[in-house]
């Protein structure tokens, strides 16, 4: 093996290093919130707070499903 490709094999062992941290450290981006759902989950904070939540089972009722 060449000089050439023992250092071509040296990278590309390298850049595959690199991925695999990439892959375990990067943010998925469904985790990220946009604005609007951010202030949907500041107002449902601000429900439970005040006690303000309906139940799955009582919106069912009120409904009639």
Do not use: F
């Not at 946009?34 to 500041?42: A, G, Q, Y």
């Amino acid at each position: 093996m060449s000089a050439d490709e023992r250092q071509i094999l040296s990278e590309l062992k390298a850049i595959r290093n690199e991925l695999s941290y990439i892959k375990v450290t990067m943010v998925d981006k469904d985790m990220l919130l946009t604005d609007e759902e951010k202030k949907l989950l500041d107002q449902s904070h601000k429900n439970e707070k005040q006690l303000r939540l309906v139940s799955s089972q009582e919106l069912r009722k009120k409904l009639k499903i």
